[in-house]
């Protein structure tokens, strides 16, 4: 991970990864809000999406990696609350179901997430 006076970058963060995925599914922050039921609210998210919060409970993560269809576990090891898995260079493995292939790169997973985010773009015009 990219790390920047101790600190990890913006980039790496679990409020970018976060922005990330809800761009690349094409959803807002008030579809989000309810797609989780309105257990996690658009300013929530938002100030999760800005690395205001960088802790989230749990149960706030599953209801995210649900609407993401993402794994949970991903999410939990983002913020902290167990380590994410790393190959023997230190690569982060990404877990979610569309980032199956092993060895992907944190950069390869953002590239990816940037991609899926335009093509979706693209078709909604």
Same mark, same amino acid.
């Given at each position: 991970?990219?790390?920047?006076?101790?600190r990890?970058?913006?980039e790496?963060?679990?409020?970018?990864h976060?922005?990330?995925?809800?761009?690349?599914a094409?959803l807002?922050?008030?579809?989000?809000e309810?797609?989780?039921?309105?257990?996690?609210?658009n300013?929530?998210?938002s100030?999760l999406?800005?690395?205001?919060?960088?802790?989230?409970?749990?149960?706030?993560?599953?209801a995210?990696?649900?609407?993401?269809n993402?794994?949970?576990?991903d999410?939990?090891a #983002? !913020?902290?609350? *167990?380590?994410? $898995?790393?190959?023997p260079?230190g690569r982060?493995? &990404? #877990? !979610?179901?569309? *980032?199956a292939? $092993?060895?992907?790169?944190?950069?390869?997973?953002? &590239?990816?997430?940037?991609y899926?985010?335009?093509?979706?773009?693209k078709?909604?015009?």
């Amino acid at each position: 991970m990219t790390k920047v006076g101790g600190r990890r970058s913006s980039e790496s963060t679990l409020g970018a990864h976060l922005a990330r995925l809800r761009t690349a599914a094409g959803l807002t922050l008030r579809q989000v809000e309810e797609a989780t039921g309105k257990e996690v609210s658009n300013a929530y998210l938002s100030q999760l999406e800005n690395d205001k919060i960088a802790k989230p409970s749990p149960n706030i993560l599953y209801a995210l990696a649900n609407v993401y269809n993402v794994a949970y576990e991903d999410l939990m090891a #983002r !913020a902290g609350y *167990f380590p994410s $898995e790393a190959d023997p260079k230190g690569r982060r493995q &990404a #877990r !979610a179901a569309t *980032f199956a292939i $092993e060895g992907v790169t944190p950069e390869e997973e953002r &590239a990816l997430l940037d991609y899926l985010a335009f093509i979706r773009q693209k078709r909604r015009r």
